[in-house]
């Protein structure tokens, strides 16, 4: 790396390629101008999840290739607890850190016990002023007004960021964009990415490690009949959650459910001819519900983003789904490793999928019937549930029924220490309206003198509380969470 810092060499190649993401950083005044230097051993620290996940193999692979030692760490959140010992491992180490995926909410911590320079922070996480860009360096794209829910995840920042390293990793977008897709940020017409995400599919394209392809939306790995009663877009009275009807239904579009080695048939063994009779009758049903019937037909196609290099997965969504599962299930180098090439990993990830596929839907059972209405929000604790999958069980039930999107659902599970760990989801209509759960938790968690920070994005935060404060924080989010 010779003796230029960091944050030249990423500046100079900002300011090269003009990226529309990164371009702003040129202006950005307040950066230190003594950035430290960047040759000591760097320790990632990277968030658990898919996009976390993502972001720290994307680093890995940076530093790698820049010749530059690193090592490590996945957590479920960057908790005060961990930065208390981060803290210690800069002073008795000399350790430079880069946090990934997670930062942002915890930026007062960071400041007061690390101070402002050996760490620099790749999130996406909505900052809580984003008028004032901290005197620390923090890539965060709300201080450039682009949105982090929709137009970059934390894989991208750390994409752009290796991509300015050196041009030659521009193979990684397509690491970006599984950790995109994780947090289901291919919210663009048909399934498509917007912002600074295009861009990276652009690259993960040119690259030749993703191509896209658009088809029928739903699961492309389940029997065709079961893809059909459980994962449409949306659910159809004639046929969603009736395997024997949806049999009828393909028997009348002369559609077999197996071929000729009694193999079921999933939507990839479908003939283009067979695909276009399919999409027809089902628009068709949708039609016969008589409400929202051009949506519906408008959601029935959506784009795929297949992946060359990681046989046996062909699906970057099922890849990221994976990931999640070995984040979530303690298992996460497994998960950074098959990013980076590990066969054997992959292997081992795929079993663990299966696993935690299973652990899902058990929690889902417990989950339907530990939920409490109140007034503007809905809750859910069951204390069998883990911690580290109430964030996937909050959604899926989110979404499980039309009702219970009227309201934001605040999920707890048992954690570490007499504190429980909350998860909060809404669906987009709330969102539409103003509804802002990282603003809510944080400011309730504030307000209640909780120290964990609490944060995340306006339609999926969390925080950590202790369980005595249970009673008192849910009546402070039921009165935030009122929309007027
Ligand atoms: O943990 P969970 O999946 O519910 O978190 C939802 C979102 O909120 C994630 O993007 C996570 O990174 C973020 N979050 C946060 N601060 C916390 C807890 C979660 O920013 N204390």
């Given at each position: 790396m010779g003796s230029k810092i960091l944050l030249d060499i990423f500046l100079n190649a900002i300011d090269e390629r003009k990226d529309y993401f990164l371009k702003s950083l040129r202006e950005e005044s307040e950066i230190p101008k003594n950035f430290p230097d960047f040759k000591k051993n760097v320790?990632?620290?990277?968030?658990?999840?898919?996009?976390?996940?993502?972001?720290?193999?994307?680093?890995?692979?940076?530093?790698?290739?820049?010749?530059?030692?690193?090592?490590?760490?996945?957590?479920?959140?960057?908790?005060?607890q961990y930065i208390?010992?981060?803290?210690?491992?800069?002073?008795?180490?000399?350790?430079?850190?880069?946090?990934?995926?997670?930062?942002?909410?915890?930026?007062?911590?960071?400041?007061?016990?690390?101070?402002?320079?050996?760490?620099?922070?790749?999130?996406?996480?909505?900052?809580?002023?984003?008028?004032?860009?901290?005197?620390?360096?923090?890539?965060?794209?709300?201080?450039?007004?682009?949105?982090?829910?929709?137009?970059?995840?934390a894989a991208g920042v750390c994409y752009f960021f290796a991509k300015a390293l050196d041009p030659k990793n521009i193979d990684l977008s397509s690491l970006a964009i599984i950790g995109a897709l994780g947090d289901m940020q291919n919210k663009g017409d048909k399934g498509g990415f917007i912002?600074?995400?295009?861009?990276?599919?652009?690259?993960?394209?040119?690259?030749?490690?993703?191509?896209?392809?658009?088809?029928?939306?739903?699961?492309?790995?389940?029997?065709?009949?079961?893809?059909?009663?459980?994962?449409?877009?949306?659910?159809?009275?004639t046929l969603s959650g009736n395997e024997e009807k949806v049999k009828l239904f393909l028997?009348?579009?002369?559609?077999?459910?197996?071929?000729?080695?009694?193999?079921?048939?999933?939507?990839?063994?479908?003939?283009?001819?067979?695909?276009?009779?399919?999409?027809?009758?089902?628009?068709?049903?949708?039609?016969?519900?008589?409400?929202?019937?051009?949506?519906?037909?408008?959601?029935?196609?959506?784009?795929?983003?297949?992946?060359?290099?990681?046989?046996?997965?062909?699906?970057?969504?099922?890849?990221?789904?994976?990931?999640?599962?070995?984040?979530?299930?303690?298992?996460?180098s497994l998960g950074i490793s098959s990013l980076m090439g590990d066969k054997k990993s992959l292997r081992m990830a795929i079993e663990k999928n299966k696993l935690y596929k299973r652990e899902i839907s058990i929690a889902i059972r417990l989950a339907e019937q530990s939920i409490r209405n109140y007034k503007n929000i809905n809750t859910l604790y069951n204390s069998e549930i883990n911690e580290k999958i109430i964030g996937t069980i909050c959604s899926i039930i989110l979404h499980s029924k039309e009702e219970l999107k009227e309201k934001p659902l605040i999920a707890f599970a048992d954690s570490d220490n007499h504190s429980l760990k909350?998860?909060?989801?809404?669906?987009?209509?709330?969102?539409?309206?103003?509804?802002?759960?990282?603003?809510?938790l944080r400011e309730v968690c504030q307000k209640m003198g909780i120290i964990n920070p609490a944060g995340g994005h306006p339609p999926a935060a969390g925080a950590k509380i202790p369980s005595m404060n249970l009673k008192n924080f849910i009546e402070e989010v039921d009165k935030a969470a009122k929309i007027d």
């Amino acid at each position: 790396m010779g003796s230029k810092i960091l944050l030249d060499i990423f500046l100079n190649a900002i300011d090269e390629r003009k990226d529309y993401f990164l371009k702003s950083l040129r202006e950005e005044s307040e950066i230190p101008k003594n950035f430290p230097d960047f040759k000591k051993n760097v320790h990632i620290y990277s968030h658990l999840d898919s996009d976390g996940l993502t972001s720290a193999a994307i680093l890995a692979f940076a530093l790698k290739r820049a010749n530059i030692s690193y090592q490590l760490s996945v957590l479920p959140q960057l908790e005060t607890q961990y930065i208390k010992k981060i803290k210690d491992e800069i002073i008795n180490y000399n350790r430079f850190i880069i946090f990934s995926d997670f930062g942002t909410g915890q930026l007062e911590f960071l400041k007061k016990d690390l101070g402002s320079s050996n760490y620099f922070i790749l999130d996406h996480h909505q900052p809580e002023n984003i008028k004032e860009h901290p005197d620390i360096f923090h890539v965060n794209p709300y201080y450039y007004d682009i949105s982090g829910e929709s137009e970059i995840s934390a894989a991208g920042v750390c994409y752009f960021f290796a991509k300015a390293l050196d041009p030659k990793n521009i193979d990684l977008s397509s690491l970006a964009i599984i950790g995109a897709l994780g947090d289901m940020q291919n919210k663009g017409d048909k399934g498509g990415f917007i912002g600074a995400n295009k861009i990276i599919l652009d690259d993960a394209i040119k690259s030749g490690k993703i191509s896209v392809e658009r088809d029928i939306s739903i699961s492309r790995h389940q029997p065709l009949y079961i893809a059909l009663a459980y994962s449409l877009p949306e659910k159809l009275p004639t046929l969603s959650g009736n395997e024997e009807k949806v049999k009828l239904f393909l028997k009348s579009l002369q559609i077999k459910i197996q071929d000729e080695w009694n193999e079921k048939r999933t939507l990839i063994n479908l003939s283009t001819y067979e695909k276009k009779s399919l999409l027809k009758a089902l628009i068709s049903e949708g039609y016969e519900r008589n409400d929202k019937s051009k949506d519906f037909a408008v959601k029935l196609i959506t784009s795929y983003y297949n992946l060359s290099n990681f046989d046996p997965i062909t699906d970057a969504k099922e890849m990221s789904k994976l990931l999640n599962a070995c984040g979530r299930l303690g298992f996460p180098s497994l998960g950074i490793s098959s990013l980076m090439g590990d066969k054997k990993s992959l292997r081992m990830a795929i079993e663990k999928n299966k696993l935690y596929k299973r652990e899902i839907s058990i929690a889902i059972r417990l989950a339907e019937q530990s939920i409490r209405n109140y007034k503007n929000i809905n809750t859910l604790y069951n204390s069998e549930i883990n911690e580290k999958i109430i964030g996937t069980i909050c959604s899926i039930i989110l979404h499980s029924k039309e009702e219970l999107k009227e309201k934001p659902l605040i999920a707890f599970a048992d954690s570490d220490n007499h504190s429980l760990k909350v998860s909060a989801r809404a669906d987009h209509e709330l969102i539409k309206k103003g509804l802002n759960l990282g603003k809510i938790l944080r400011e309730v968690c504030q307000k209640m003198g909780i120290i964990n920070p609490a944060g995340g994005h306006p339609p999926a935060a969390g925080a950590k509380i202790p369980s005595m404060n249970l009673k008192n924080f849910i009546e402070e989010v039921d009165k935030a969470a009122k929309i007027d």
